[in-house]
């Protein structure tokens, strides 16, 4: 696959960390790809940010927001989508810093018919501190880098190992537990197919594994990306889940269901009001 890669990177309110994706995204090793900032309705400095980078970045930089009233993850990913001009889309979180192959990898990994799941290092509260405070480069960090911060500063080694795997990638081809928004990739097509993600979800939580429950309603399989695409999570403060029961409630109604399309998607948004 030799087509351009959107990079959906979805943010609030944290451009220091933002500002670490963006260099983790300057260093990819594969440039035939684009940047959409999903933006769930930062302040300025956000915007400054963006702006600034635009002419250091070395791949088109695109800022898709809407103003912020609460979490609504879902919908900013979507607006993103519908900028985006990429044939398969990459979804990254705003505090997830990509190592150099990251795009690379998950080229070499797409294939029609297949959505791909990565994980993620996750860095301790203290660790994360001295890296935005210092400017360290974790996605530089080799594996003996990441050993001898382990298990304090952090939680797993396994995301920064790479490893063949081949049809064990298949093995978990209908399994939608664990799929995350903060590393995954879908083909444009499929997520067209599926109207994009559902943003009748309310607040924190399950979003993602309803986009994953769908895609595979519509014949759709997960592929897995670890040993591959491991990003590394800066710490932040857990989200408010308040709304977690409902949403559970809303996503067994889905499980239990062959439903493909969003309620609320891709389709239900304006083409007008996608850009920020």
């Excluded at 933006?39 to 300025?44: E, R, Y």
């Excluded at 879902?74 to 900028?83: D, M, Q, S, T």
């Excluded at 974790?138 to 990441?146: D, Y």
């Excluded at 969003?262 to 996608?274: H, K």
């Amino acid at each position: 696959m030799n087509e351009l890669i959107s990079i959906v990177v979805s943010t609030y309110d944290r451009p220091d960390a933002l500002a670490a994706v963006l260099r983790g995204l300057s260093r990819q090793s594969d440039r035939q790809f684009e940047v959409v900032i999903a933006d769930d309705g930062s302040g300025p400095a956000t915007t400054a940010l963006i702006e600034q980078r635009k002419a250091t970045l070395g791949v088109p930089l695109n800022h898709v927001r809407h103003e912020h009233d609460g979490f609504r993850a879902a919908e900013i990913r979507n607006r993103a989508i519908l900028a985006s001009q990429g044939r398969y889309c990459i979804f990254l979180d705003g505090d997830c810093i990509p190592r150099p192959d990251f795009v690379a990898q998950h080229r070499r990994l797409a294939e029609p018919g297949w959505f791909v799941a990565g994980n993620r290092i996750l860095l301790s509260p203290e660790l994360t501190t001295q890296v935005l405070a210092h400017n360290l480069e974790p996605e530089r960090w080799r594996f003996p880098s990441l050993l001898v911060r382990w298990p304090v500063g952090v939680n797993r080694l396994a995301p920064a190992l790479h490893l063949p795997l081949g049809g064990l990638r298949r093995a978990g081809a209908q399994r939608w537990e664990g799929v995350r928004t903060c590393n995954l990739a879908v083909a444009r097509a499929d997520l067209d197919r599926v109207d994009g993600l559902d943003a009748s979800f309310s607040g924190w939580g399950l979003e993602d594994s309803d986009l994953a429950i769908r895609l595979m309603h519509a014949g759709v399989r997960r592929k897995d990306g670890r040993f591959a695409t491991g990003v590394i999570h800066l710490w932040h403060k857990a989200d408010d889940r308040t709304r977690l029961s409902a949403n559970q409630a809303q996503l067994d109604v889905v499980i239990a269901s062959d439903r493909v399309r969003a309620l609320r998607g891709l389709s239900a948004l304006a083409p007008e009001s996608v850009h920020g």
